[in-house]
T-cell receptor, first 115, second 117 residues
Framework: DQQVKQNSPSLSVQEGRISILNCDYT??????FLWYKKYPAEGPTFLIS?????DKNEDGRFTVFLNKSAKHLSLHIVPSQPGDSAVYFC??????????????FGTGTLLAVQP | GAGVSQSPSNKVTEKGKDVELRCDPI?????LYWYRQSLGQGLEFLIY????????KSGLPSDRFSAERTGGSVSTLTIQRTQQEDSAVYLC???????????????FGEGSWLTVV
C-alpha cells in the first residue's frame, strides 16, 4: 500500500520555465512533508519542507504548496535550471500520535531541464 | 566527518553469502534510518532507531535482514544468505530527533551499492 504517491515518473521542462512536481498521500496522520533531490550515485539531499499547519513554504526558487483537504502537495521550481535535473522524492512523516518518526517516500519523479 | 558515512560504497557478493553494511551517522544525531532503493523503485523504509527505544523494524523484508546500533551511534545492517533480489543501494540517514514538535531534516549518506550475483 503506497502511502505517498508520485504519479509522474518523469517531467521535462525548458530552462527558465516553471517545474511543477506533484505528490499525493493517503495517511491523514502525516503532518510534515519534505522534498528531497537525488543525483545519480549520490544520496538524497534535503530540499524543502512544510508543516501541516502551513499551506505554503518558499525558499528561493523552490516553493512547496500543501493542500491538506486534497492530501496533495506540490513543489514548484521557478525558474528551472539545467542543474535542477535530478530525481525528486516527496516524503512524509507523522510526528505525533505515537507513531515513530518514520519517513515514507514516494517513488520519485525524474526532472529533466532542457537548456 | 561532517556527513553520514557509509561503507562499503560498493559490494559485489555471491548469492548465499552474508553481507554487512555500516553506517556512521552525523555526530549528535540520535535517530538513524536504513532505506533501500532497488532499480527503478522508490526509497523503501527498512528500519529506524531512536535513542534507547526499541527499533521500528517494520520495513525489514524478511528475517534474513537485521540491524544493530551499538552505543547509540554506528549501525550495521546485515543481510544473511543474500539473494539476487537484495541487489539495491542501501541508504542510511540520520537526524537530530527533538521530539514530536520538530522541524528537523534527515540527512542521507551516499549509500552502499550491493550487487548479488
Amino acid at each position: 500500500d503506497q502511502q505517498v504517491k508520485q504519479n509522474s515518473p518523469s517531467l521535462s521542462v525548458q530552462e527558465g520555465r516553471i517545474s511543477i512536481l506533484n505528490c499525493d498521500y493517503t495517511n491523514s496522520m502525516f503532518d510534515y512533508f519534505l522534498w528531497y533531490k537525488k543525483y545519480p550515485a549520490e544520496g538524497p539531499t534535503f530540499l524543502i519542507s512544510i508543516s501541516s499547519i502551513k499551506d505554503k513554504n518558499e525558499d528561493g526558487r523552490f516553493t512547496v504548496f500543501l493542500n491538506k483537504s486534497a492530501k496533495h502537495l506540490s513543489l514548484h521550481i521557478v525558474p528551472s535550471q539545467p542543474g535542477d535535473s535530478a530525481v525528486y522524492f516527496c516524503a512524509a512523516l507523522s510526528r505525533y500520535g505515537g507513531a515513530t518518526n518514520k519517513l515514507i517516500f514516494g517513488t520519485g519523479t525524474l526532472l529533466a531541464v532542457q537548456p | 566527518g561532517a556527513g553520514v558515512s557509509q561503507s562499503p560504497s560498493n559490494k559485489v557478493t555471491e548469492k548465499g553469502k552474508d553481507v554487512e553494511l555500516r553506517c556512521d551517522p552525523i555526530s549528535g544525531h540520535t535517530a538513524l534510518y536504513w532505506y533501500r532503493q532497488s532499480l527503478g523503485q522508490g526509497l523503501e523504509f527498512l528500519i529506524y532507531f531512536q535513542g534507547n527505544s526499541a527499533p521500528d523494524k517494520s520495513g525489514l523484508p524478511s528475517d534474513r535482514f537485521s540491524a544493530e546500533r551499538t552505543g547509540g551511534s554506528v549501525s550495521t545492517l546485515t543481510i544473511q544468505r543474500t539473494q539476487q533480489e537484495d541487489s539495491a543501494v542501501y541508504l542510511c540517514a540520520s537526524t537530530k530527533y527533538t521530539g514530536g514538535n520538530s522541524g528537523n531534516t534527515i540527512y542521507f549518506g551516499e549509500g552502499s551499492w550491493l550487487t548479488v550475483v
